[in-house]
Antibody, heavy 118, light 107 residues
Framework: QVQLQESGPGLVKPSQTLALTCTVS??????????WTWIRQHPGKGLEWIGY???????YYNPSLESRLTMSVDTSKSQYSLKLSSVTAADTAVYYC??????????WGQGTLVTVSS | DIQMTQSPSSLSASVGDRVTITCRAS??????VAWFQQKPGKAPKSLMF???NLQSGVPSRFSGSGSGTDFTLTISSLQPEDFATYYC?????????FGPGTKVDVK
């Protein structure tokens, strides 16, 4: 059973960079066909797909965030990370890491609330 | 991007009711639709993939159907633990997109 856990600051100042890490356990981060994904949910709103990273480092970013987004993976630590630069209040959201495999987005982290405020 | 719409946006129902939620894609997506259930303060839970395939452990009162652009999620007999918000999601192309959600609450 794959488990994912987000970690990172809960408060980020405007114009700074939001950085989160997802730690994977119970499964291999290098398994073929596994796309390590980030999703966010603005308070009281729906779900927004941010992007994925594959264990090889291949990424796909949502074009709406692409210019500010960087994802990376550390297979030795079974972790992958997200960095979102130049944040504004509009980036305040619960950020989830999740695994997409051939059965869809089956496994999710519990989510972490990131507030952008001075 | 493929736009996903859902109807209704909310509904009120009673335990034992049959509930149907519809999801429409802005273009054909074969059967690459997933359904999620989300309760307040919790991460979404995957219910279904491939439009009609139940994730392991999901009760059989949940069922899904559809292909192309129109999809449905049906709960055959609503249980107390089913009051939640439901989202559809397409995974035919990138970026993945979700519907806006359907909130099922107590009548």
């Amino acid at each position: 059973q794959v488990q994912l856990q987000e970690s990172g600051p809960g408060l980020v100042k405007p114009s700074q960079t939001l950085a989160l890490t997802c730690t994977v356990s119970g499964g291999s981060i290098t398994r073929a066909g596994h796309y390590w994904t980030w999703i966010r949910q603005h308070p009281g709103k729906g779900l927004e797909w941010i992007g994925y990273i594959y264990s090889s480092g291949t990424t796909y970013y949502n074009p709406s965030l692409e210019s500010r987004l960087t994802m990376s993976v550390d297979t030795s630590k079974s972790q992958y990370s997200l960095k979102l630069s130049s944040v504004t209040a509009a980036d305040t959201a619960v950020y989830y890491c999740a695994l997409e495999d051939p059965y869809g987005l089956k496994y999710w982290g519990q989510g972490t609330l990131v507030t952008v405020s001075s | 991007d493929i736009q996903m719409t859902q109807s209704p946006s909310s509904l009120s129902a009673s335990v034992g009711d049959r509930v149907t939620i519809t999801c429409r894609a802005s273009q054909g997506i074969y059967n690459y639709v997933a359904w999620f259930q989300q309760k307040p303060g919790k991460a979404p839970k995957s219910l279904m993939f491939g439009a009609s395939n139940l994730q392991s452990g999901v009760p059989s009162r949940f069922s899904g159907s559809g292909s192309g652009t129109d999809f449905t999620l049906t709960i055959s007999s609503l249980q107390p633990e089913d009051f939640a918000t439901y989202y559809c999601q397409q995974y035919d192309s990138y970026p993945r997109t979700f519907g806006p959600g359907t909130k099922v609450d107590v009548k």
